[in-house]
């Protein structure tokens, strides 16, 4: 079974220069596959977890000099990256990206990949294509007693950028949560959205 770690630079006020290096080391030597570093440091003393997603700065170089110095082993970027052309710039220098809060938070981007990225159709052309193809997924869950909002609570920024997102938004929040809320409760959020506008870059 493969098996890979993620981490950060280094932790408190270690240096991330021996840290990282030593990290990297010690999993490979363990049998680790692959290594994808969150390219900030982590505070564990004085951050929460939110600030240690957003204060300590992104140090891009630091994760290409452990890429250049482990040759062909497999190292992969993760932390700040939110574009496709951002994402064209590290595969210049690593082997992977990882996309956290910008796959969350506007998650039609991953529309983008395969056209931009390998050249392939997108699997869909546009955001509500893609939930067409969900409604049976739902329909079937919901007949064995799912709740509607445990399916759509991580779809509220699908449409961050657009006009009638915020609708779709409280429709969801408030509608969707409810006990008896249904396929056609999703339908009637995705009716506030403007399907001809251009979505968020």
Not at 90 to 117: F, K, N, S
């Amino acid at each position: 079974i493969p098996v890979s770690v993620k981490c950060r630079l280094g932790v408190d006020e270690q240096d991330i220069e021996t840290a990282l290096d030593e990290l990297a080391d010690a999993v490979i030597k363990a049998g680790c596959d692959a290594l994808t570093v969150h390219a900030r440091k982590a505070w564990l003393k004085g951050l929460s977890p939110k600030e240690n997603r957003e204060i300590p700065p992104l140090d891009y170089e630091r994760v290409y000099r452990l890429k250049h110095r482990l040759g062909a082993y497999l190292v992969a970027i993760n932390g700040g990256i939110e574009t496709i052309d951002a994402i064209k710039t590290h595969l210049q220098h690593i082997d992977g990206v990882m996309l956290g809060r910008a796959a969350y938070h506007t998650p039609e981007l991953l529309l983008d990949i395969d056209p931009h990225l390998f050249g392939d159709d997108a699997p869909f052309q546009n955001a509500f294509e893609a939930l067409e193809a969900y409604f049976p997924y739902i329909e079937k869950q919901l007949k064995d007693g799912v709740p509607l909002h445990a399916m759509t609570r991580h779809l509220l920024g699908l449409f961050h950028g657009r006009p009638g997102a915020r609708s779709y938004r409280r429709h969801l929040a408030t509608e969707g949560v409810k006990r008896d809320a249904t396929l056609q409760t999703f339908k009637d959020a995705l009716a506030y959205v403007a399907r001809d506008a251009t979505r968020a870059a």
